[in-house]
């Protein structure tokens, strides 16, 4: 994901190992990414659902696509269901 993009609400799952990122970027569009950290590894978080490129023109939006994508994204935030907003 590119640094300069405003992550809007990032959500964990347990064990904060992984998470996925809603984000604004410079240009006024959404989208979402899913990264994983491995903690004896120093450099971080990076990304393991590679759906940053992917434009959308709302919140609602992105969070809906990210649900669709992401498995385990909607029974650990159940109340982002696609007719909710963040």
Known sequence: MDHKNRVLKSINLPGDNICVDI??????TYGFDEFRRDPEDGRGWFSIGHHGSVEF?????????????????ENTVPEWGSSKKT
């Open 23 to 28: 984000f604004i970027r410079p240009n006024g």
């Open 57 to 73: 023109s709302s919140v609602p939006e992105a969070v809906a696509e990210a649900m669709k994508a992401i498995s385990w994204l």
